[in-house]
Nanobody, 115 residues
Framework: QVQVMESGGGLVQPGRSQRLSCAVP????????MHWYRQIPGKERELVAF???????HYTASVKGRFTISRDDAKNTVNLQMDSLKPEDTGVYYC?????????WGQGTQVTVSS
């Protein structure tokens, strides 16, 4: 059973930062493609960023320059550093691992950007 666990969500003021973390017990995350998606109210779920085992990184245009996806191999986690947050970044953020040809999703963590 692949269990994807996100952490780090919460309430943050506009312009501030928040860091999300993803762990998948039993998997060495550095050898899998890892994604962050988000579900913004009233919109379809969208890809935020992904990182490949070789280190290739992709960001959706709306977060480029503000968000940073990274791996911490020592802790076996994948992180999403979100800077200069805007109210429109409010939503549920999901970590996804590509494993065995399938996508496994976490439960999601709520990020609310509001003053």
């Amino acid at each position: 059973q692949v269990q994807v666990m996100e952490s780090g969500g919460g309430l943050v003021q506009p312009g501030r930062s928040q860091r999300l973390s993803c762990a998948v017990p039993g998997l060495i995350l550095s050898i899998y493609r890892m994604h962050w998606y988000r579900q913004i109210p009233g919109k379809e779920r969208e890809l935020v960023a992904f990182i490949t085992p070789s280190g290739f990184i992709h960001y959706t245009a709306s977060v480029k320059g503000r968000f940073t996806i990274s791996r911490d191999d020592a802790k076996n986690t994948v992180n999403l550093q979100m800077d200069s947050l805007k109210p429109e970044d409010t939503g549920v953020y999901y970590c996804v691992v590509e494993y065995g040809g399938n996508l496994f999703w976490g439960q999601g963590t709520q990020v609310t950007v509001s003053s």
